[in-house]
């Protein structure tokens, strides 16, 4: 009987989406550098930072997608980031331009980046506005001149409570057969704006993998997030989200199609990018 996955594997099939998120940094970059540039004043990112790295799989997605890119990922679990590099080995790109650092990403100071990655939420860990802060400065300081920060946010509706959200995930890989992800919101605090939130897998022969991860996290209002980011010294800082009439549109794929927003996010659940531009 074959071994059951590593349930970061499964985590990398239902939740990430590395060429999505890659095609959004190079929007981004568009936007606020190759726009607004003249002459040969124009260039092309090509160091990226993925801080709070995981599975490392958008680093080594921005690897593979130009021969002239670096990546370092930068993942403070061992056991993590020892799974993340067993994932990459046979890849010639990876192997030369993907570098997994293990340390706490405020340990890292550099070298300087053009992008920084911090996604799936990972600055939800920070629980006050002197830790948030403290990163972001940090964040700032570790980026070139003109460099990108990007950071995911989410949002609930008012007065939700404990829920649970399921769906089939059908691997491409016909190796894998489809399970079950779930996604839990098992408690919040509207004082605190603390939540508590899981990840379960079901397999297909019934195992169930439960609290496979669990976060502790503060959900943060979006605007107080930008006035943060530009408190820690970045020029620019704005939401990019989905219009919510834009059914077409989605997320999880490379043509999703954000803009900056306007305002605020709808009363309802919201996900949306936050750019900081140097």
């Given at each position: 009987?074959?071994?059951?996955?590593?349930?970061?594997?499964?985590y990398?099939?239902?939740?990430?989406?590395?060429?999505?998120?890659?095609?959004?940094?190079?929007?981004?970059w568009?936007?606020?550098?190759?726009?607004?540039?003249?002459?040969?004043?124009v260039?092309?990112?090509?160091?990226?930072?993925?801080?709070?790295?995981?599975?490392?799989?958008t680093?080594?997605?921005?690897?593979?997608?130009?021969?002239?890119?670096?990546?370092?990922?930068?993942?403070?679990?061992?056991?993590?980031?020892?799974?993340?590099?067993?994932?990459?080995?046979?890849?010639?790109?990876?192997?030369?331009?993907?570098?997994?650092?293990?340390?706490?990403?405020?340990?890292?100071?550099?070298?300087?980046?053009?992008?920084?990655?911090?996604?799936?939420?990972s600055?939800?860990?920070?629980?006050?506005?002197?830790?948030?802060?403290?990163?972001?400065?940090?964040?700032?300081?570790?980026?070139?001149?003109?460099?990108?920060?990007?950071?995911?946010?989410?949002?609930?509706?008012?007065?939700?409570?404990?829920?649970?959200?399921?769906?089939v995930?059908?691997?491409?890989?016909?190796?894998?057969?489809?399970?079950?992800?779930?996604?839990?919101?098992?408690?919040?605090?509207?004082?605190?704006?603390?939540i508590d939130?899981?990840?379960?897998?079901?397999?297909?022969?019934?195992?169930?993998?439960?609290?496979?991860?669990?976060?502790?996290?503060?959900?943060?209002?979006?605007?107080?997030?930008?006035?943060?980011?530009?408190?820690?010294?970045?020029?620019?800082?704005?939401?990019?989200?989905?219009?919510?009439?834009?059914?077409?549109?989605?997320?999880?794929?490379?043509?999703?199609?954000?803009?900056?927003?306007?305002?605020?996010?709808?009363?309802?659940?919201?996900?949306?990018?936050?750019?900081?531009?140097?």
């Amino acid at each position: 009987m074959p071994p059951t996955p590593h349930p970061l594997a499964f985590y990398c099939l239902s939740v990430q989406h590395p060429l999505a998120e890659v095609a959004f940094a190079e929007r981004a970059w568009a936007h606020y550098r190759n726009d607004s540039a003249e002459g040969d004043e124009v260039r092309e990112p090509l160091l990226l930072r993925e801080d709070f790295a995981g599975s490392c799989a958008t680093a080594a997605a921005w690897v593979r997608s130009d021969p002239e890119r670096q990546a370092m990922a930068i993942e403070l679990d061992q056991p993590t980031a020892r799974w993340a590099d067993d994932q990459t080995r046979g890849c010639p790109r990876c192997a030369e331009d993907l570098h997994i650092v293990i340390d706490d990403v405020m340990h890292v100071p550099g070298p300087a980046t053009d992008i920084t990655l911090a996604l799936n939420f990972s600055t939800l860990i920070y629980h006050d506005e002197v830790s948030l802060l403290g990163y972001l400065r940090h964040a700032r300081a570790c980026l070139a001149d003109d460099g990108l920060i990007i950071l995911d946010l989410f949002g609930i509706a008012a007065g939700s409570g404990p829920s649970e959200q399921s769906r089939v995930i059908e691997p491409d890989d016909v190796d894998t057969p489809p399970f079950t992800y779930t996604w839990e919101q098992r408690r919040y605090d509207a004082s605190t704006q603390r939540i508590d939130c899981r990840i379960h897998f079901t397999l297909a022969d019934g195992t169930v993998m439960r609290d496979a991860f669990v976060y502790d996290w503060r959900l943060w209002d979006m605007a107080a997030v930008l006035r943060l980011m530009r408190e820690a010294g970045f020029a620019t800082a704005e939401a990019w989200g989905q219009a919510p009439a834009d059914d077409s549109a989605d997320a999880g794929h490379a043509e999703g199609r954000f803009s900056v927003l306007d305002g605020p996010p709808s009363e309802g659940d919201w996900v949306c990018y936050l750019v900081g531009a140097c």
